[in-house]
T-cell receptor, first 112, second 114 residues
Framework: GQQLNQSPQSMFIQEGEDVSMNCTSSSIFNTWLWYKQDPGEGPVLLIALYKAGELTSNGRLTAQFGITRKDSFLNISASIPSDVGIYFCAGQPEGGSEKLVFGKGTKLTVNP | DAGVIQSPRHEVTEMGQEVTLRCKPISGHNSLFWYRQTMMRGLELLIYFNNNVPIDDSGMPEDRFSAKMPNASFSTLKIQPSEPRDSAVYFC????????????FGPGTRLTVT
C-alpha cells in the first residue's frame, strides 16, 4: 500500500529557531495535511493543502504541496516551547477515497 | 462547539474480556473513522463509515474486532475476546462527507490488555 516517508524522526532545537520537516511518497496524493499531537491527546489538524504548488500559512506555520504531488513540507518559524509535540503529515491518495495515509511523525523538542 | 467525544479515556482489562469503545462525532459530521495508534505501526485506519454505513473495514485486524454506527451521533468499536497485542490508543475521528480528508480527532482511548 501507499506509504509516506516523514523526516526527520525527531528534532531538538532552541527556542526561537526555525524548523522544517517534510514528507515524501512514491505515489501521487490529491491532498496533503499536517497534524500536531500533544501527549495524551488526539492529532489536531493544522493545515490542509489541496493543489500542487499551493503554499498555505497558519500563524507561524507554513506548508507547501509539492509540484510533483508526491511531497509536502512544513515550516515553523520562531519556535516557542508550546510547539513541542509530534507532527504528522497525512495524504489523501489519488482515487478519491476518504482514507488518509499517515506518516510516522516528527517529534519536536524545543529547549527554552 | 464540542469536539469528538470518546469514552472511556483509559481502559485496563484482562485478556479474553470484551472491550467496547465509544465515540460521539462532531454534530453535523457524516463520516466517522476509527484508528489505532501504536509506537511500532503508527496511526492505522481500522474502519470508516459514511452516513452510518460501513464503507471500508479492510483495516480491521481480525474477526475479534467489530464496529457499529447505529445512528449519526454514536459509534462503537468492540474487541471480543481481547488480547495483549490489542493494547494501543484507539482514536475516533469525524468529518463532513464532502471533506473527508479534513478529519477531526477525539482524545483517544488508551487500552491496556494484561
Amino acid at each position: 500500500g501507499q506509504q509516506l516517508n516523514q523526516s526527520p524522526q525527531s528534532m531538538f532545537i532552541q527556542e526561537g529557531e526555525d524548523v522544517s520537516m517534510n514528507c515524501t511518497s512514491s505515489s501521487i496524493f490529491n491532498t496533503w495535511l499536517w497534524y500536531k499531537q500533544d501527549p495524551g491527546e488526539g492529532p489536531v489538524l493544522l493545515i490542509a493543502l489541496y493543489k500542487a504548488g499551493e503554499l498555505t500559512s497558519n500563524g507561524r506555520l507554513t506548508a507547501q504541496f509539492g509540484i510533483t504531488r508526491k511531497d509536502s513540507f512544513l515550516n515553523i518559524s520562531a519556535s516557542i516551547p508550546s510547539d513541542v509535540g509530534i507532527y504528522f503529515c497525512a495524504g489523501q491518495p489519488e482515487g478519491g477515497s476518504e482514507k488518509l495515509v499517515f506518516g510516522k511523525g516528527t517529534k519536536l523538542t524545543v529547549n527554552p | 462547539d464540542a469536539g469528538v467525544i470518546q469514552s472511556p479515556r483509559h481502559e485496563v482489562t484482562e485478556m479474553g474480556q470484551e472491550v467496547t469503545l465509544r465515540c460521539k462525532p462532531i454534530s453535523g459530521h457524516n463520516s466517522l473513522f476509527w484508528y489505532r495508534q501504536t509506537m511500532m505501526r503508527g496511526l492505522e485506519l481500522l474502519i470508516y463509515f459514511n452516513n452510518n454505513v460501513p464503507i471500508d473495514d479492510s483495516g480491521m485486524p481480525e474477526d475479534r474486532f467489530s464496529a457499529k454506527m447505529p445512528n449519526a451521533s454514536f459509534s462503537t468499536l468492540k474487541i471480543q475476546p481481547s488480547e495483549p497485542r490489542d493494547s494501543a490508543v484507539y482514536f475516533c475521528a469525524s468529518s463532513l462527507l464532502d471533506r473527508g480528508y479534513e478529519q477531526y480527532f477525539g482524545p483517544g482511548t488508551r487500552l491496556t490488555v494484561t
